[in-house]
């Protein structure tokens, strides 16, 4: 036994030390390794499957609201950087440079895309004539480069991966429309699919995307308390397009600017499910995003009939439909069963030679701990089930957790006291100024995190300046 426990002995608790467990997490259930690039990571086979099931299911989502993927090259002139004022000088301070082609040095230097903003507006410069060519709904899964100064796993690297729509439409209130659909599609899929509740919202002038006119968010909170922005969609309005003569002659034969968006999500998906859903041994994945939902580990495996009859029941859930593993490494049952919890398989079905007798074996719930005995029979019907029913668990639990550490100030005393003594989101009136902005970073170390669409009055006053208040903020600590 002493030696079962070593897996999970070798994670800090989270009480004790919340960033120390995340990166204990991340490196024992395996999901990175770090790298001699600083601030890169390699993401490893365990890691890069629950992206791959991101991008799976991010992919059909997109795909259902007519979503084209395409694929623009990772270099950018820094002449066609410069070409949107805002934008350059929002990335300038983390883009990098390539100088050099082989040994000779560059005409022009060329940066390695920290987003592609520049490189779309420049081809639908050249692909968009007439209103037919209208809408461009494109989308590119890759990776950028944002040379960061401080980083962490999936948070924060250098390197990371992500998707980045952009989009062209004809009018104003077209772009407004995807801009607004493809944050709620985040939003579903963060609810959904990650069992991650969200609040969302529209940033201030001070947070938006660099270049946009308007920048909608999806805001969750970690178990920490603190704030993760999960995905933004912005709209740029026809400023971009402005910069890159991007026209279109329309139906009446007048020459018009395009009205464009852009939308992303990131790498940084799975860090949020590490510090929403995970715990003291673990990692928790929701079993609709875990690449495998099911591990049968089998107990005295060498007695007869035992891994046959492991492996059968393993092909009974694959054929329902579920992603199953049977574990007959010849580690003891004990060190399995932590292992599977470290890696978050949302179940893992024990089976023995007195299971097999009795005809049945037993279903262990990865959040709960909870055990079902389920007759050989019926164990697909029963593990599909409890999948189903951990999948909303987590979600109703993660939901309880954002609400009772979401508070309301009516005033900056009170501000203060609750973002000293209680990580969380907290709600508060603003007047819509960005000096109280700037204030609140510096008196009471938080951020607005957004606008959010649904608004409540807590007060008719800005909490920071008493003068009339214009939006309910969420604001916060955040990654
Ligand atoms: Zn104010």
Same mark, same amino acid.
Not at 342 to 354: A, F, S, T
Not at 436 to 445: I, P, R
């Given at each position: 036994?002493?030696?079962?426990k070593?897996?999970v002995e070798?994670?800090t608790?989270?009480?004790?030390d919340?960033?120390?467990?995340?990166?204990?997490?991340?490196?024992?259930?395996?999901?990175?390794?770090?790298?001699?690039?600083?601030?890169?990571?390699?993401?490893?086979p365990a890691?890069?499957?629950?992206?791959?099931?991101?991008?799976h299911?991010l992919d059909?989502?997109?795909k259902?609201?007519?979503?084209?993927?395409?694929?623009?090259?990772m270099f950018?002139?820094?002449?066609?950087?410069q070409k949107?004022?805002?934008?350059?000088?929002g990335?300038?301070p983390?883009?990098?440079?390539v100088?050099?082609?082989?040994?000779e040095?560059?005409q022009?230097?060329?940066? #390695?895309?920290p &987003? @592609?903003?520049?490189?779309?507006?420049?081809?639908?410069?050249?692909? %968009?004539?007439? *209103?037919? /060519?209208?809408?461009k709904?494109?989308?590119?899964?890759?990776s950028?480069?944002?040379?960061?100064?401080?980083?962490?796993?999936?948070?924060?690297s250098?390197?990371?991966?992500?998707?980045?729509?952009?989009?062209?439409?004809?009018?104003?209130?077209?772009?407004?429309?995807?801009?607004?659909?493809?944050?709620?599609?985040y939003?579903?899929?963060?609810?959904?699919?990650?069992?991650?509740?969200?609040?969302?919202?529209?940033?201030?002038?001070?947070?938006?995307?660099?270049?946009?006119?308007?920048?909608?968010?999806?805001?969750?909170?970690?178990?920490?308390?603190k704030?993760l922005?999960?995905?933004?969609?912005?709209?740029?309005?026809d400023?971009?397009?402005k910069?890159?003569g991007?026209?279109?002659?329309?139906?009446?034969?007048?020459?018009?600017? #395009?009205?464009? &968006? @852009?939308?992303?999500?990131?790498?940084?998906?799975?860090?949020?499910? %590490?510090?929403? *859903?995970? /715990?003291?041994?673990?990692?928790?994945?929701?079993?609709?995003?875990a690449p495998t939902?099911v591990?049968?580990?089998?107990?005295q495996?060498?007695?007869?009939g035992?891994?046959?009859?492991a492996?059968?029941?393993?092909?009974t859930l694959?054929?329902?439909?579920?992603?199953?593993?049977?574990?007959?490494?010849?580690?003891?049952?004990?060190?399995?069963?932590?292992?599977q919890e470290m890696?978050g398989?949302?179940?893992?079905?024990?089976?023995?030679?007195?299971?097999i007798?009795?005809g049945q074996?037993?279903?262990?719930?990865?959040d709960?701990?909870e055990?079902?005995?389920?007759?050989?029979?019926?164990?697909?019907d029963k593990?599909?089930?409890?999948?189903?029913?951990?999948?909303t668990d987590?979600?109703?639990?993660a939901?309880?957790?954002?609400?009772?550490?979401?508070?309301?100030?009516?005033?900056?005393?009170?501000m203060?006291?609750i973002?000293?003594e209680?990580?969380?989101?907290i709600?508060?009136?603003?007047?819509?100024?960005?000096?109280?902005?700037?204030?609140?970073?510096?008196e009471?170390?938080?951020?607005?995190?957004?606008?959010?669409?649904a608004?409540?009055?807590?007060?008719?006053?800005?909490?920071?300046?008493g003068k009339?208040?214009k939006h309910?903020?969420y604001?916060?600590?955040?990654?």
């Amino acid at each position: 036994m002493a030696k079962d426990k070593k897996l999970v002995e070798a994670i800090t608790s989270m009480e004790e030390d919340f960033a120390k467990w995340y990166t204990d997490v991340v490196k024992k259930a395996e999901l990175i390794d770090y790298t001699s690039v600083k601030g890169c990571m390699v993401i490893k086979p365990a890691g890069y499957a629950i992206w791959e099931n991101i991008q799976h299911e991010l992919d059909r989502r997109f795909k259902e609201t007519g979503v084209e993927n395409v694929y623009l090259p990772m270099f950018i002139p820094e002449s066609l950087l410069q070409k949107e004022k805002d934008h350059v000088e929002g990335f300038a301070p983390e883009v990098a440079w390539v100088t050099h082609g082989g040994l000779e040095p560059l005409q022009e230097r060329l940066c #390695v895309r920290p &987003t @592609s903003e520049t490189l779309f507006c420049d081809f639908y410069a050249k692909d %968009i004539h007439s *209103h037919r /060519d209208l809408p461009k709904v494109y989308n590119q899964w890759c990776s950028v480069v944002r040379w960061e100064k401080t980083t962490r796993p999936f948070l924060r690297s250098r390197e990371f991966l992500w998707q980045e729509g952009h989009t062209a439409h004809a009018t104003a209130e077209e772009a407004e429309e995807r801009t607004k659909q493809m944050l709620n599609l985040y939003a579903d899929f963060c609810e959904e699919t990650l069992a991650i509740p969200v609040v969302r919202g529209q940033k201030t002038d001070k947070e938006k995307f660099a270049g946009a006119e308007a920048t909608y968010t999806i805001e969750s909170l970690m178990h920490d308390g603190k704030a993760l922005q999960s995905g933004t969609s912005h709209n740029f309005g026809d400023g971009f397009a402005k910069a890159f003569g991007i026209q279109f002659a329309d139906k009446d034969n007048t020459l018009k600017y #395009v009205h464009q &968006t @852009s939308w992303g999500m990131t790498t940084r998906m799975i860090g949020a499910i %590490i510090m929403v *859903h995970g /715990d003291n041994s673990g990692l928790v994945l929701p079993p609709r995003i875990a690449p495998t939902q099911v591990m049968v580990i089998p107990i005295q495996q060498k007695k007869d009939g035992v891994l046959d009859k492991a492996f059968e029941v393993k092909d009974t859930l694959a054929k329902a439909g579920l992603r199953v593993k049977v574990d007959d490494s010849d580690k003891s049952p004990g060190w399995k069963f932590s292992e599977q919890e470290m890696r978050g398989v949302p179940i893992r079905i024990e089976l023995g030679p007195k299971d097999i007798e009795a005809g049945q074996a037993v279903i262990v719930r990865r959040d709960t701990r909870e055990k079902t005995v389920a007759a050989f029979d019926e164990i697909a019907d029963k593990a599909a089930e409890i999948l189903e029913t951990m999948q909303t668990d987590m979600l109703e639990r993660a939901r309880e957790h954002r609400d009772t550490h979401t508070y309301i100030a009516h005033n900056i005393e009170e501000m203060k006291q609750i973002a000293d003594e209680k990580p969380g989101f907290i709600k508060a009136m603003w007047c819509g100024c960005q000096e109280c902005e700037d204030a609140m970073k510096e008196e009471v170390g938080v951020t607005s995190r957004c606008i959010p669409f649904a608004q409540e009055e807590i007060s008719g006053v800005c909490v920071h300046c008493g003068k009339p208040a214009k939006h309910m903020v969420y604001w916060g600590k955040a990654y």
